[in-house]
């Protein structure tokens, strides 16, 4: 992954996948969906990142991330929701991935020409964790405390279905039609916080609020400060 | 050995009550009746009483009448002693106790053993049955009672009951006559015997190996039990001298005139130690002699099946030879005997017996051939030149003979003469139908090898002689050296030739061993040969000392010579006879060694009157005898039937003999053995055998077996013997100049179950076979006799089985579909040649009228430089003349056929029938084998060329090519301009041309399809199956070497989302700008929103805007995030102007437009509207709306 060489469609993958991990436990950690200690600090595409030190979590998450890398192709977002108590959704961490180009499987690693190198991919999934991890900044601070959950969601390509289906037992369930992207009202805010053209498979990652915490924010300003922000409030 | 019945083993039966401890007690310090009688004899004075009641309790564990015979007297106080005791045995038994009374019958039954042992006289008692155990089960002769008798009078436990858990221990042996299916079962695993073993033992005075009396399932007894009509299934001929048979051993009596099939009769004494059905000992009647085929028994050292294994006497196949494990041990012999030995190969077939004979049998059959085709050629030689060589090679050594041969008979000379003439009519006469008055005669040496080596040592005639590869006292008693060849009077002993050289020593002690000696058997049997050869109208080399040949004219003319005799002398005459005797005479003198023959008018027949004729003699099968002869035989007794058949034949029709399947009809025969043998067997036994003698028969296959001595400890050793035995293989294919398409791997792999070293020293024990056959070719697809090309071949089908080496006990590698070298070496196999020659200048000419019409049909044509020749093709077709495009052909001498999806199908249908027909066959095979089948020339001189009845293929390989040409229009033809540029396949059209790519064709198609085309088309001229994978990696990976330049495929070319472009009016006249990046329309978005402080925004700026964003979040999700942060900006800017009027949504009245109210509104409105088409545009993608905090 530091070469100056074009990205090859694999290497790109797993790039991403491997990115994907590694946002997913920022987020964990960012959106405080579990304290704060169970979380250690790491170095990561020279970024400092936080990496959960539970088995089991890490298990799950490293389980759900090799399965998007199986369905990569057909998947069109990856969708990270937090959910409150009532497992309805807050917020939403939208990975998003576009695929530019088809790829014959024998040149699946062959460099693809004019594509971005593999030293930039990397520098783009710093500025991507940078700022993810600057997140609360927008988003405000979640205080569900212990009622907060989480759940991967993986949304296909129009008339895909996921390849590992005839696995026993398929490792993806249908989701909860709110927790998803298409399931989100007029009124949920994205905040896009950052994109990257490879010129393979296009990413992006955006934080979607859900009308929901929006409402439950603004109940929640209503019964402290009817005008002021929650940002403001933090400080 | 003495141990203590341990309490925990005394549950031995579930029909045995619990035990109680002072019976515990008292076994803890019994003594088994198999302990040993040294350590008995103190114990049992001491113990001597409760050893009773332990054998009451438990009457099978323990023998009473140990103590009373190791001390006489003892029983009387044991009786005495016992008083409580009996009443645990005689008392009564409790309801329900069905445990306790069969211990107490056992208990009685032991006790009255003892009082029979007592009843007799103990002095000077037997003790030869001691520490056996034994229980009788069925009809037996001797009878139970007088076997129970005879065991306890020996000092062996007579069992009446068989009780499974309990007697493992402790019984020994099972006796029986026979057995019913059930218990043949239940008894395969426990020592069953005949009572004679018993019996004689007893007459012995010596416990004899109960292995001679095996009792063997199957055999009927009805000798025991006094009915002998039939006969036996198994009559096995005896091994072992019977240590009883000490009466009147008769003298071996061989009369080879009058014996019956050449069947030695074996001394009376010796016969049946195997036989199931022998009379009982007691019996003094003496046997009747029982006629006994030798075919029934198989002799052969190292058997691969348990079924031949079955058939062998004394072979036991899941012994391991000792021996062998021992030596085997030893990695040092082991490096240097095995076939891990690098030498291996070599030795083994200098040694091997079987080698030399199928080489010299390969050998002799060339030489026959050679001769017959000189002959045929009508060569005036005295002679066949072919055998010239032979003669005086044999001459040299066998210098007297030769010559005594040459002059001691003036007829051999004259006769020699003669067969040129005779041999040239039956040149001719081999069309003829069917002679009446053919003659065959089978001639075989009587013991060849044997009589072979007594040329050097005539002090060994007339004495017991074996050839095998052990020598004297090599290997002891215990050598399993098979033996090739055994004298008469070794057969008279029983010795059969296969036998191992262990059994023979039991059969006769004093056996003579002499060594191979390979040399002296070639000589004699060219010899041998070159005196058939100046007989026969046709000879058939049936192995060394084997030959069948035909004499019909040689027997036809001393026929006419005798009747020109006078009658007086004339009359009795049997003109064949005199023949054979003859050429028995001559070959006796040539090379001191009997041969037999046999006369008859078919090969059949002559092989059994060789029979009747051995040793040494001549035998006339005439037609009048043949029924006679034929009757009392068996079924295998036939050449070409075997064991099988006969099994088949006992099993459906209930009778082997040949008189009594004689009565069956022919469709019985082939219901029960298969229509092609029914047939044969039917017409054998009428004495037909339409077979011919087959001089002439090409070889078919090319091989090589190594079973012997194959011990590999891992995959290098097999690989490396693999290779060395291709080398084998390949040496073998050139010394008779063929080549083979086909190769075949047969695999011995050890039996599961068979030991890890056979009783066959480094033999191969009872194996698993396996087989696989693969096509063999070099890696220009031809046939092949390369030692590589087999190696690699036959490795890959030995490790695609997966074997462990350690299991692998021989190995195999034969070529088929051979094909000769020279014949082969221009032409590739499965391509035809083409017929014609390269035109040039009248093609040239033809050409220039094609360039016409197209002239006329399609003026536009006139544009275009290179003629397309899938234009001219359709053209040629037009014509229908076979008009070869002289310029494709100078460039390309090697065509293929487009892939089947290229085809054009209206031509193809055109086509004529058989052309289609045979271009669909070529599709069909081409999918059916994975690597193109189209050998590419390395040279390019060797041009593969294809024979399709003389018309010109390539013309249709044109004509199939895609025909795009035809309909384009002169518009597109400017395509070629731009081919170069836009196909994106760097190639030149000389490339092409060397490709046999036609450029024009080419730059048409589609890249993909001109990739694919490119990447075959390069495959195909480098050639292999490997070579093509490569090629694509190649061109993906490696850098390109400046020799092939276009070898690299493109790689994938990366797409970026092409940004939406801000276009703007520039400062100059003319100039536009273009703005993409962040910054750059964040400025434009400044200067727009900082030049409209005192105007509401443009409504057509703001659509312009607002087209821009939205086009930008949906080109990709960077663009999203562009239009963000322009978006951001904008915010910003208002703000920082118009913040007070953000949330004001009211219209404003026109009076106010110009107000700063109205356009702080003008500016908020646009911004929402923009804002509104933006997120409309997200909200397809993501949902929700965007936030712009």
Redesign the interface.
Known sequence: MTSNA?LT?NQTVKGITEFIEVAIHSILYVRQIYPADLFIRRKKYDTPVFQSRHPALNEYISGAVKAVGEELGNVNKVVVVIKDKDQVALERF?F?M?N??E??S??K????????SSITLSQYFRSFLVKLNMIES?LGLLELHDDASFAIVLELKDDMSPQSFSQDPPPWIPADRQHT????????????V???????I???L?V????EKLQKMKDLDGELDPKGKGKERAV | MAKPLKPSGSSSSDLFGPDDPELMEILQTAVLSGDEPIERLPIATTVHSTVDTASRKRSRSFSPKLSSSSLPGATQAKDSDSVDDDTAVYGASRFGQFGEYMRRKRAKLQIQNENLDINDDAEGKSRIFQGLSIYINGFTTPSVQDLRQLIVKHGGVFQPYLDKKSLVPFRTHILTCSLTAAKIRDFKHMKVARPEWLVESAAAGTLLPWRDYIFRPGGRVEASQGISTQRPLFELPPLLPKPTAGAAKEAPLVDTSTQDLNVPRTPAGQQDDFVTQQMPPTASTSRLPLEISPSRVLYMTDPATYEEAARIPGYAANKSNPLAERVMANPDWRAAHTSAAPDFIEGFYKNSRLHHLSTWKAELKNLVAQAQEHVEGGEAAVLPPGREPIISASDSIWGHGGEVAADGEEDVSMKGAELVMQTRSKGKGKERAVDPEKVIMHCDFDCFFVSAGLISRPHLRGKPVVVCHSQGAQGGAASTSEIASSSYEARVFGIKNGMSLQQARKLCPGIMTIPYEFETYRQISLQFYTILMRHADDLQAVSVDEALIEVTSSVARRREEYSRLPVSEAAPKDPAQDLADLIRFQVKEATGCEVSIGIAENIQLARIATRRAKPAGTFHLVAADVQKVLEPLDIDDLHGFGYSTRQKAKEKLGATNLGELLKKSKGALCDALGKGTGETLYKAMRGIDERRLESDKPRKSVSCDINYGIRFENNEQAEAFIFQMAEEVSRRLNNVDMRGRSLTLKIMKRDPSAPVEPPKFMGHGICETFNKQTPLSNPQGRATSDNKDIGEHAWRLLKSWNFDPKELRGIGIQIQKLESTSGGDHYDPGQAKLPFQLLDTPTKARKGTAEADITDDHPEALNIDVEPPSQEAVVLVDTAGPINDGSNFRNSPSLDLPSFSQVDKEVFDALPADLRKELELEYQRRSHSPVPPEPSPVVPDARPKILVKGVNVKRITQQLAPNNRTMLSPKKNMLFTKRVGTSGMRTTDAELRKLDIDPEVFALLPIELQREQLITARHLKSGGLLSKRKI?KDG??QTRSPSFPYRKK????????QPPLLKQQGKEKGERLYFTETDDVQRVIESWVEGFQEYPPNQRDVDYFSKFLVQSVDS???G??KT?AVMKWWLVLLRRDWTIWEHETSDVDKAKRLTSEGIGKAWWRAFREVKGKV?VA??K???????L?
Not at chain 1, 181 to 192: E, F, I, K, V
Not at chain 1, 208 to 211: A, G, H, T, V
Not at chain 2, 1181 to 1187: M, V
């Open positions: 074009s469609f939208i998003s576009r530019m180009i790829i014959e024998y040149n690693d062959t460099s693809v020409q004019d594509a971005m927008q992207t298409s399931g989100a009202s007029d009124d949920a805010q994205l905040h896009l950052r994109a990257v053209d490879t010129g393979i296009s990413l992006s955006a979607q609020e859900s009308e | 694509i993906t990976r493109p790689p994938p070319q990366a797409k970026h989302p990709a999700d960077s999203m995030e963000i997120d997200a909200r993608r993501f949902g929700g709306s965007l936030s905090k």
